[in-house]
Nanobody, 112 residues
Framework: VQLQASGGGLVQAGGSLRLSCAAS???????MGWYRQAPGKERELVAT???????KYSDSVKGRFTISRDNAKNTVYLEMNSLKPEDTAIYYC????????WGQGTLVTVSS
């Protein structure tokens, strides 16, 4: 499974960005989602969504970020609103199909 993420960039605090991640092939993917890694910190969960619609968010993004999936396209999205400087990180697309797969990462920078 290859994951291609897009949509990162530079935004001011309070702004919005939308990330997209498309998985190659037509295999059915159980879990898709996003993790992030800020400078000097470990990679952490942002949000995940199962094929059946179960969604998990980290407490730090609840109420501000929305994850969604298009199962037919094997694509996952992350709508990020009310962005804060502490959201600055490399965002990694994630998929689980018998094992974990990671995208190349897309940089999100939130200026204060």
């Amino acid at each position: 499974v290859q994951l291609q993420a897009s949509g990162g960039g530079l935004v001011q605090a309070g702004g919005s960005l939308r990330l997209s991640c498309a998985a190659s092939g037509s295999i059915s993917i159980n879990v898709m989602g996003w993790y992030r890694q800020a400078p000097g910190k470990e990679r952490e969960l942002v949000a995940t969504a199962t094929r059946g619609g179960n969604i998990k968010y980290s407490d730090s993004v609840k109420g501000r970020f929305t994850i969604s999936r298009d199962n037919a396209k094997n694509t996952v999205y992350l709508e990020m609103n009310s962005l804060k400087p502490e959201d600055t990180a490399i965002y990694y697309c994630y998929a689980f199909v018998y094992s974990a797969y990671w995208g190349q990462g897309t940089l999100v920078t939130v200026s204060s």
